[in-house]
């Protein structure tokens, strides 16, 4: 069985900190995708990024960056220069890579607040 | 191009009532997936459907729940006989048949606002 863990419930940081996100997952596929998702006060999900088990490659898109690592199962999130907007609840998620079906599982989600 | 549309954006209902979600996906999206988040939770997958067919309901309640995706309209997650247990935000996500939308990944779901349900 899939499951993901995001052992930070709520983290506070002070505006223009760096912070980052921790995401473990377990997994007995050998090919699956790795998501980000935000989702702000307003409540929608708001995809931000996916990841497939044979890239590990790190990502940068402007103040976001992940860093995947296999050999630890994990997908950690870094939000550099952190900006008020940022403050929303953070979710990470995984699927098979089942064509046909991904269905996501998702942890349970880091609130993050980013104080002025 | 038009985002995933769910409707309403807010219910209430009584209890013993039946509630009707309503979730249209993405233009030339014809999968369709149902998440719900319980109050403060991650989201749990309930069922993932493609047009006419349910492919994997292995999330679904296995009582009250039901789901369908006609070949026309919008997918609709029916709640029969709501209880207070049932109240949640219910997030229908769709994504694409592979190769067929250039502007969206596939294999990635891009989520509706979801529907915030409550049962009084």
């Known amino acids: 069985a899939q499951k993901v863990t995001q052992a930070q419930t709520e983290i506070s940081v002070v505006e223009k900190e760096d912070v980052t996100l921790d995401c473990v997952y377990e997994?007995?596929?050998?090919?699956?995708?790795l998501f980000w998702y935000k989702q702000p006060p307003s409540g929608e999900l708001v995809f931000l990024i996916r990841r497939n088990s044979f890239d590990e490659q790190n990502e940068i898109s402007g103040r976001y960056s992940w860093n995947f690592q296999k050999s630890t199962s994990s997908f950690n999130f870094t939000i550099t220069a952190s900006q008020v907007v940022d403050s929303a609840v953070y979710f990470c998620a995984l699927s098979d890579f089942n064509f046909g079906n991904e269905k996501l599982t998702f942890g349970t989600g880091t609130r993050l607040t980013i104080i002025p | 191009n038009a985002g995933v549309m769910q409707n309403p954006r807010h219910l209430v209902r009584r209890r013993g009532q039946e509630a009707r979600l309503r979730c249209s996906p993405m233009?030339?999206?014809?999968?369709v997936y149902w998440y719900r988040q319980l109050p403060e939770e991650g989201l749990k997958f309930m069922v993932y459907?493609?047009?006419?067919?349910?492919?994997?309901e292995s999330g679904m309640p296995k009582e009250r729940f039901s789901a369908e995706f006609p070949k026309e309209g919008p997918s609709i997650l029916r709640i029969q006989q709501v209880v207070r247990g049932d109240s949640a935000a219910y997030f229908c996500?769709?994504?694409?048949?592979?190769?067929?939308?250039?502007?969206?990944?596939?294999?990635?779901?891009?989520f509706g606002p979801g529907t915030r349900l409550t049962v009084l």
């Open positions: 997994t007995r596929d050998t090919t699956y995708y």
């Open positions: 459907l493609q047009k006419e067919n349910i492919i994997d």
């Open positions: 996500a769709s994504s694409p048949p592979p190769g067929t939308d250039t502007q969206h990944s596939t294999d990635t779901q891009y």
């Open positions: 233009k030339g999206h014809s999968h």
